[in-house]
């Protein structure tokens, strides 16, 4: 016979499944309101916080988002994709500074994740210049290598002058 605590766990993992399938369907209140209970029957579980804050975020709610995501990483402080969309939400709300340290923490715990990288780089990057990125991509060379290099830049270091861009495009290719 299973124990209360696993009957709660398994019935907390029941309504997360079925609030992340009414998220896939953009039902977040649905959604929400199953996550709400997930968490009565396992309140340590990061994934419920995770999922809820990400329900909050998709509907442009930052403040609520960031106050779930930030339970989830209390709960499991190694849970990069928390940490990348608090870094959203934040980025979201004009903290720049503390989206960029978010995105940061969350490559050094998982830094396989390419899409961190990529938000990361957007950060560091003037908005006015990544539009002009993302209109002529390819086309000026200089552009393309700020941009790679504010993506590829080690975690702590700062953005470097176009003279010592680490990522450079060579004037002619040769191949090989």
Known sequence: MESQEQNNHNLSRSFLDRAIQLKKECKFTEAIDLIIKAIELNPYESLNFFHIGHCFHLQKNFDEAIHYYKIAIDLDPRDSFSYNNLGCCLEEKGLHEEAIANYSIAIRHNPKI??????????????HKLNEIRRNFGKDKKMVEMFFNSIFLSIDEKPKQDEDMAYQIPDKLSLI
Do not use: S, V
Not at 114 to 121: A, E, H, L, Q, S
């Open 114 to 127: 390419f899409d961190i990288y990529i938000n990361r780089g957007d950060m560091r990057i003037p908005e």
